[in-house]
C-alpha cells in the first residue's frame, strides 16, 4: 500500500512510486512516468478545509458516524485519504462506487468512450470508473476547490489521478459551453448530485422536484442529449424517474446495498433523440 501524501509537495515529491493503488488490476506508474503525468495535470491544491482524520476525537461530532465507516467508503483509507468534512455526507462507498461502474461497463455498448461525472465530490466515483478500465476518457468536475483538490490527491492514491481529466467549474456552465466539443455519441454522463431539500431521510417517497439545489429536471435537461446515470436517493419517486424516459424508451433502475440495506439508486436513463431534443 501507499505511503500517506498528506500534502500537494509531498504528492509532486513523491520519489518512491508508491501510489497507493489497492486494485491490483491497475498499472502503477513509475515516478518519471507519474511526474511526466504531472506536469501535464492541472494540480489543484489541498486546503485548510481538506483533512486526513487519524483519530475520533480529531472529528466533528456530527460526521463521526461516517469516520466510524471510513474503511468500508475507502479501503485505502489509511493511505492518506482526504476529506472536506461536508463531503463525508454525499461521497459514494467505494463497494456501491465499483458496482456502478462495473454496471456502466456492461451496459454501455464499446462505442462510448468518455464519462463526465459531473458532480465529482471527493473522487470516488470517479476514481471507480478510471480503475475500471472501460473508458478511454475520465472527465471529473466539481464546483468546489477544496473538494477537487481532495478528489485528486485520493485519486493519487489510487494510482488513476493522471487518468481523469479534473475540470473545477459548474457541471451545468461547462456541459452548455462545451456543447460543441463533447460528441454526444461517444459521451455518458454520471451524475451524482446533492440531495438536500425536504424529506430526503424522512418521507417515505423522496419528491426529486424538490431536491435541492437541483431538481432532477434541471439535471435531466442538462444531460438528456447523451446516456445517463443518475444516482439518487433509494426512495426516490419512480413515477418522477419514469418520465425522464425518451418516448419509447425504457428507464431502468437499479438499487445499491451495502451489508443488506439500500444506500441509493442509479437510474440508466438512454439519451434522448435529436429530435426531442429540438422540442
Ligand atoms: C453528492 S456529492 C458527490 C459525491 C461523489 N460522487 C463522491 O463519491 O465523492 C455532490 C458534489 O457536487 C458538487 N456540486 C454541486 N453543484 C455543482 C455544480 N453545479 N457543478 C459541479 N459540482 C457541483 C458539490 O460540491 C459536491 O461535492
Known amino acids: 500500500m501507499a505511503k500517506s501524501p498528506s500534502n500537494e509537495k509531498s504528492r509532486n515529491q ?8 489497492s ?14 503525468d504531472l506536469e501535464e495535470e492541472t494540480i489543484f491544491p489541498l486546503t485548510d478545509e481538506c483533512h486526513h482524520y487519524q483519530q475520533r476525537k480529531e472529528v466533528p461530532w456530527d460526521i463521526q458516524k461516517y469516520w466510524d465507516q471510513r474503511y468500508s467508503i475507502w479501503t485505502a483509507y489509511d493511505d492518506g485519504i482526504h476529506m472536506t468534512d461536508d463531503a463525508w455526507f454525499g461521497v459514494t462507498p467505494e463497494p456501491v462506487a465499483n458496482k456502478v461502474a462495473s454496471d456502466l461497463t456492461t451496459r454501455t455498448p464499446p462505442s462510448k468512450t468518455t464519462i463526465i461525472d459531473i458532480f465529482a465530490g471527493a473522487g470516488g466515483n470517479a476514481i471507480a470508473f478510471a480503475l475500471s478500465g472501460r473508458w478511454t476518457t475520465v472527465i471529473a468536475i466539481e464546483k468546489n476547490p477544496s473538494v477537487i483538490a481532495c478528489a485528486q490527491h485520493n485519486a493519487y ?42 424529506g430526503y431521510r424522512s418521507d417515505k417517497v423522496f419528491n426529486l422536484k424538490t431536491m435541492l439545489p437541483y431538481s432532477v429536471q434541471a ?5 438528456k442529449m447523451m446516456d445517463s446515470a443518475l444516482y439518487l436517493p433509494r426512495t426516490s419517486d419512480l413515477r418522477q424517474i419514469a418520465k425522464l424516459a425518451p418516448p419509447g424508451e425504457k ?13 441509493a439508486l442509479v437510474a440508466y436513463i438512454p439519451a434522448a433523440s435529436s429530435q426531442e431534443i429540438d422540442k
Open 14 to 21: 513523491s520519489s518512491t512510486g508508491e501510489t497507493g493503488n
Open 23 to 36: 486494485n491490483n488490476s491497475t498499472k502503477k506508474q513509475s515516478p518519471q512516468e507519474d511526474n511526466m
Open 157 to 198: 492514491i489510487y494510482g488513476v489521478s493522471s487518468q481523469i481529466t479534473w475540470i473545477n467549474a459548474d457541471c451545468f456552465d461547462y456541459l452548455s459551453s462545451q456543447d460543441s466539443s463533447i460528441d454526444l455519441s461517444k459521451t455518458v454522463i454520471f451524475a451524482s448530485p446533492p440531495w438536500g431539500g425536504p
Open 219 to 223: 439535471i435531466h435537461d442538462a444531460c
Open 251 to 263: 428507464v431502468e433502475v437499479v438499487q445499491y446495498c451495502m451489508e443488506g440495506a439500500s444506500k
